[in-house]
């Protein structure tokens, strides 16, 4: 198993894409054929996608391209936003299964029931081991097909992202094999002797601690602990060091426990979602999830530094959780709100994901959304960065 990242940075599109596939070339030299290559590609090279996606497709001789559009893209351990770039990634993986499968928003309409999905995607639940998905935000419904994909295949990672471009005309692509499509999704079926490892790091810091929520209705936490949710939420920051409540005022969030037979509560246990409004009268907060009776609920904090924690402290534990077994490579979704915008600084996280991990074939893009799991069930995130390991099953 080899694999090759590539990341090249030019106003022309062909002539960044010749320069990955020269720095791709020993691997697809030496196996004959790329197995499984990966494409992600500024939109400022759009109209010349087909193009581009096609020659691709046929110099690596792949025998599945997955990718698509976005207005930043990540190679190697390197981040380029805003600018045209192209990166690759190549892997030959000896006994791999893989199955793709294009899906659209009239998908939706006809898949009901698991069997349905199986069915569309032509591809049996035996035959599975992981998923890669990329999808169009703009026209297609992705939450209901992840939603869809996960029922259908129970237990199996699934983890990718939603394409970005240019916001004002809210137009993105994906890829598969060596055609282009601006709307819908693709996606990538790997079994047989590999697998993924998912890191979804929230960019989230616990403060104060975990509570109960006893009364919840639709968007609502009404109470907490049988108080007004708001007068719980402001003792949590008056009982905070002054820095910290500072950082909290400015970039609070909710964060809801997934698994409530844990003893205790840590990162990776919550799903992190937005503080978007509060009624002083009731004393209730509005978030972006529908919050359950007797659900535990933590306060959360996302700044630059709580986000590069988190992630160092995710990685730290999946590479603890992995031993000497180094992942083959790394297929990163990290949101467009992070980047040098969060950090103030370009390659965060291809950078730390390299450092730590020891993986340098990288290749990803700067999301509208990202698909990972949290406490075994699929979400669509924002702010996180959802990161696929491709490994050895079993490892």
């Known amino acids: 198993m080899r694999a090759q990242a590539a990341l090249a940075c030019h106003a022309d599109g062909r002539r960044a894409l010749d320069e990955a596939l020269r720095q791709t070339s020993a691997l697809v030299a030496e196996a004959g054929a790329a197995d499984l290559v990966f494409l992600f590609a500024s939109h400022a090279y759009a109209e010349d996608f087909p193009a581009l996606v096609r020659r691709a497709y046929e110099a690596t001789r792949a025998r599945v391209l997955v990718g698509c559009s976005g207005q930043g893209v990540i190679g190697t351990a390197r981040e380029v936003e805003g600018e045209p770039a192209l990166a690759l990634l190549a892997l030959s993986l000896p006994g791999a299964t893989l199955r793709a499968a294009r899906f659209t928003q009239e998908t939706l309409e006809v898949c009901r029931q698991p069997a349905d999905w199986q069915r569309e995607a032509f591809v049996e639940p035996s035959e599975v081991n992981a998923w890669l998905v990329f999808g169009d935000p703009f026209r297609m419904d992705v939450e209901a097909l992840v939603g869809g994909l996960a029922a259908a295949y129970p237990g199996r990672p699934l983890v990718g992202g939603l394409a970005s471009g240019d916001q004002r005309a809210q137009r993105t692509h994906v890829f598969l094999d ?15 002797a590999y697998t993924v ?7 989230a810091e616990p403060i104060g601690e975990p509570w109960t929520i006893t009364g919840a209705r639709g968007h609502l936490v009404e109470t907490i602990s049988q108080r007004p949710a708001l007068e719980v939420l402001v003792s949590t920051l008056e009982a905070l060091p002054p820095e910290v409540r500072e950082r909290a005022q400015r970039n609070l969030l909710v964060g809801l426990a997934m698994d409530e037979r844990r003893a205790e509560f840590g990162r990776g246990d919550f799903l992190i979602r937005n503080l978007i409004g509060l009624n002083r009268t009731s004393g209730a907060l509005a978030i972006s ?7 535990t609920l933590q306060f959360q904090i996302r700044d630059a530094r709580a986000a590069d924690e988190d992630l160092r402290v995710l990685l730290a534990r999946s590479k603890e959780m992995s031993g000497e ?8 979704c990290s949101c467009n709100g992070r980047g040098v915008g969060l950090f103030g600084e370009p390659d965060h996280d291809a950078r730390t994901l390299a450092e730590l991990l020891g993986v340098q074939a990288i290749a990803g893009f700067f999301c509208n959304g990202e698909i990972g799991p949290v406490g075994g069930r699929v979400f669509l995130h924002g702010y996180t960065a959802s990161i696929a390991l491709i490994v050895p099953a079993g490892a």
Not at 197 to 203: I, N
């Open 197 to 203: 490892r998912c890191v979804v790091s929230q960019g």
């Open 178 to 192: 060596d055609g282009v499509y601006d709307e819908g999704a693709v996606a990538v079926a790997l079994g047989g």
């Open 289 to 295: 999830a529908h919050p359950r009776i007797g659900q």
């Open 325 to 332: 077994q180094r992942p083959v490579a790394a297929v990163l």
